[in-house]
């Protein structure tokens, strides 16, 4: 909290945040103050806390800021105010306690599951990150994707379970999806089971809810020339039948890379996270080609050799770097 900052405007912030109506940076003002208040209790005691909101009492009615003044409170009066501004106080420790956020990386190469306190379960692909809270179980079940990931949601008619994304939300109450969003990249949202909607943050008006077999691919206009579809601003959507019932989507699951017409640009950044390297295409000549394959966890070099069967060109490895060749 700033130094000027009022036990009145930290209960008006409590009040928001139990809202849900909290800017960003009031969050981090009122989890700033939670972590030094919790600093000053693993030094002193919990002895401390009544006290505190003591203080908290004293300071809002000198100034003025209670219904009845000071001098001719009644001790009843003051008992429930004291209790008022007690509990108030007892929630916000309940909610920042049990809202830390917690996050979970993926390194090149590597996927990884992980069950979330609601029990939704999720994997995410090689280069991802996942962020969500330590009390989601409560309500509040947001989380934050960069990267890739499949998720089987658990069902709770109640409480929608939201990924934020850089560029989009999707919102669902029970289902299996993967969802695609690796920074500055096309995005993908692919559908098995269930129900979602799905919105573009910064136009939230471009907006379509999906059916069971088919997925949403968000292509960024300056690599759009082949795709076809509405115009969402800085993208081009497309919604698409799944092929295989999905197989294609989540085949990295099991260790194996597949790709469909592909060009050699958009390839070598897969290929970059899958094994954890540098690539760089010296002649852009050889962007012209396109590639379809399935890569099953062979090491770098066989996967280059299989691609130079179908495109004329050289390679070498330096360490983490791959340079690619004419």
Known sequence: MQPDTTDRQLLELLDKYLKGDCTEQE???????????ESRLA????????????????????????????????????????LL??????????VLSSSRMEEVRTLAGHHRQVTLPDGTLVWLNVSSSLKYSTG??????????????YFDVAASDRYPFIIHTKDITVKVLGTRFNLKAYTGESLETSLLQGKVA???????????????????????????????????GEFIAEVLPIQREGETEILWQKDKMEFH?????ELARIMERWYGKTIIIKDT??????????????????????????????????????????
Do not use: C
């Open 27 to 37: 969050r981090q003002l009122l989890e700033s103050w939670y972590e030094a208040y």
């Open 43 to 82: 030094d002193d005691g919990p002895a401390e806390l009544p006290a505190l909101y003591d203080h908290m009492v004293v300071r809002l009615q000198a100034e003025e800021e209670w219904a009845v003044p000071v001098k001719k409170m009644r001790s009843w009066w003051k008992v429930a105010a004291a």
């Open 85 to 94: 501004v007690l509990i108030a106080g007892t929630l916000l420790v309940w």
């Open 136 to 149: 989601m179980k409560n309500g509040k079940r947001d989380v934050y994707l960069e990267g890739e990931g």
């Open 198 to 232: 799905v919105s573009l943050n910064h136009r939230p008006e471009k907006s379509l809810q999906l059916s069971p077999q088919y997925k949403l691919t968000l292509t960024r206009k300056e690599a759009a020339e082949q795709a076809s579809g509405e115009d969402w």
């Open 261 to 265: 017409d592909k060009p050699f640009s």
């Open 285 to 326: 000549s050889l962007n012209s080609n396109w590639f379809n394959g399935t890569f099953r966890r062979e090491d770098i070099n066989r996967a280059l050799k299989a691609l130079q069967i179908t495109a004329d060109f050289n390679y070498k490895i330096k360490g983490d770097t791959v340079i690619i060749y004419k």
